[in-house]
């Protein structure tokens, strides 16, 4: 099978397992919509991606080697997630002024999903466990081909993410009327709770 091709369908096996981007920006999209949801998408391509260019650069290593610096990540992702599920509990309100809060506008979703995957330590272990794997020193410049692969995997991984969206923002649609406004938020705290206790125990130190 050529490399690419094999690279592929590695990265959508991996992406459609079920894992802390996809409960959130299911969750995400059920309480805020789609628009925030794609969003979100955006801001996790970005934040691939930056994983991406680092291990290019050789930095991912670093920080897999480094149990301070893998630590400081983890934790601060898992206290990242933390506070927002606390916003989204405080932030709780009644009737119609609910549709025009921060957490559906554009820029708030894109940071966050940013934010939340630049914390993660996991995504610099992928660009070194499994990418490397497709990577051929006799095809090229390893570091022409580590961008390419990463490209790859960051389109596969937000189309994916677009289709959890799309779903997710269609039920959402069906049952978003002012006197389900306030439980389904309730349940996005929740769904990111527990999606912090994830991220905890996921990523702890792989040695």
């Known amino acids: ?54 291990a290019a650069l050789g930095l991912a290593a670093v920080i897999e080697s480094s149990p301070l610096l893998y630590g400081l990540l983890r934790w601060g992702g ?28 554009p820029w708030p979703a ?10 993660n330590p996991k995504a610099a272990v992928f660009y070194l466990t499994i990418l490397p794997e497709f990577v051929r020193p006799d095809a090229g410049s390893v570091v022409s081909q580590t961008l390419v692969l990463s490209l790859l995997y960051v389109a596969i991984a937000t189309l994916i993410h677009a289709v959890i969206v799309t779903l997710a923002g269609a039920l959402q649609s069906t049952i978003d009327v002012a006197n389900n406004r306030r439980p389904i938020r309730a349940a996005f705290a929740l769904a990111l709770v527990g999606i912090a206790v994830w991220f905890a125990v996921t990523t702890g130190q792989p040695r």
């Not at 590695?10 to 309480?31: D, Q, R």
């Not at 997630?81 to 809060?101: I, K, M, V």
């Open 110 to 119: 894109f940071r966050r999903g940013l934010i939340t995957n630049l914390l």
């Open 1 to 54: 099978m050529h490399p690419l091709l094999a690279f592929a369908l590695t990265s959508f096996v991996i992406e459609i397992t079920p894992g802390p981007n996809m409960t959130y920006l299911a969750a995400l999209s059920l309480s805020s919509g789609t628009r925030a949801g794609f969003a979100a998408v955006g801001g996790i391509a970005l934040g691939l991606m930056t994983y991406g260019v680092i």
């Open 78 to 105: 898992v206290l990242y997630l933390l506070w927002l599920a606390w916003e989204a509990w405080s932030g709780q309100t009644d009737g119609a002024s609910d549709r025009g809060s921060d957490s559906e506008r």
